[in-house]
């Protein structure tokens, strides 16, 4: 089977791959402990920049939205809970 650039099976270029010394550790493997650390501080620093904060009033809605979920189910596993225990009370006296 071949394609535009050639047949699969065989390559039309050689890219050399198999005479390149690979390197252990890329980047990382010269730096000592403290060299790795302050890379993943500075990776940290980097994604937190990239992160889309919430504003102050998406922020307390959100927050008033989960308030509110969390007391209806805290309400609804109470009347759950107190069906249970009348149920039992009547079943066992």
Same mark, same amino acid.
């Given at each position: ?35 790795? !650390? ?8 980097? %994604?937190?920049? *990239?992160? =889309? ?22 309400? !609804? ?8 225990? %009348?149920?039992? *009370?009547? =079943?066992?006296?």
């Amino acid at each position: 089977m071949t394609d535009a650039l050639g047949s699969i099976d065989m390559p039309d270029a050689e890219d050399g791959t198999a005479e390149k010394k690979t390197r252990k550790g890329g980047k990382r493997g010269k730096k000592g402990p403290l060299g790795r !650390l302050a890379l993943f501080y500075r990776q940290i620093v980097a %994604e937190l920049r *990239k992160v =889309v904060w919430p504003s102050r009033n998406q922020l307390t809605t959100y927050t008033t939205v989960v308030i509110v979920f969390v007391v209806i189910m805290i309400g !609804l596993v109470t009347v759950i809970d107190y069906g249970f225990q %009348e149920a039992i *009370k009547f =079943v066992f006296g």
